[in-house]
């Protein structure tokens, strides 16, 4: 399995980054898992953007799924007719989606998730939990041939993302804040708060994301590895793990 991150900024991206958005590749077959600003330029640096085989966003956050846009324009332009791109989504994200643009339909085929439910793309066994956040959000467990990676998305402290990342090969968290505590209860976790995550998981390694644009990295990752003595890394953009 093939994880590539196309951004790893909280909220909104600082130069030559990109909001939340990652590749996970495995068999030939690409998932592209939420869809931020920007990731869609970032995409296309690791691949051909038609050659996504399956869409999913955790949660119907503008940060996570906004180049849907500009991808269902690019399919739009395209001078031959491409099949729909399956989506996978909480309940509710794509008719929010299609408040803007209704044309998404055009592209998307859109497959409901219920958090905590469980469904297959491709190669990939996912399994869903609801995070702590003040939409409908779905963190992942991601399987392919007995390789495990577990994404948080957006949440606050939870057991179950705990649950969900027990025993993964890679825990994929967002660090907003430097420390936990740092804004309201049930929105995000600090660098501290995803370690303790991590460790509690037993994950072989953290990679940290969903950094505030603000926030100094080099202090994000220190904060994290007093609380992690595993495997660590920031999330930068076109970083790329091999599993």
């Not at 920007?38 to 038609?50: I, R, S, V, Y």
């Not at 992690?228 to 953009?237: S, V, Y």
């Amino acid at each position: 399995m093939e994880l590539v991150v196309l951004g790893s900024h909280a909220t909104w991206p600082r130069a030559h980054g990109a909001a939340s958005g990652y590749l996970v590749r495995h068999d030939g077959f690409t998932l592209w898992v939420d869809a931020g600003t920007g990731t869609l330029a970032k995409l296309q640096e690791h691949a051909d953007p038609f050659d996504v085989d399956a869409i999913l966003v955790s949660h119907r956050h503008f940060d996570h799924f906004l180049d849907l846009y500009p991808y269902f324009f690019a399919r739009w332009s395209n001078p031959e007719p491409l099949p729909k791109v399956p989506l996978f989504a909480p309940p509710g994200m794509f008719e929010h989606a299609m408040r803007i643009e209704d044309g998404l339909a055009d592209t998307f085929d859109p497959r409901s998730v219920e958090p905590g439910l469980a469904f297959e793309a491709g190669p990939f066994r996912i399994t869903t939990a609801a995070m702590k956040h003040p939409v409908p959000t779905m963190g992942l467990r991601i399987e392919a041939a007995g390789t495990v990676v577990t994404y948080s998305a957006d949440t606050g402290p939870s057991k179950e993302l705990v649950e969900l990342a027990a025993g993964a090969h890679l825990l994929l968290c967002e660090a907003t804040w430097v420390r936990g505590g740092a804004g309201p209860p049930d929105l995000h976790l600090g660098a501290d708060e995803a370690a303790d995550h991590a460790k509690r998981a037993g994950a072989g390694r953290l990679v940290l994301t969903h950094i505030g644009p603000r926030n100094d990295r080099a202090e994000v990752l220190d904060v994290a590895r007093s609380s992690f003595d595993g495997d660590l890394t920031l999330a930068e953009e076109d970083l790329v793990v091999e599993l």
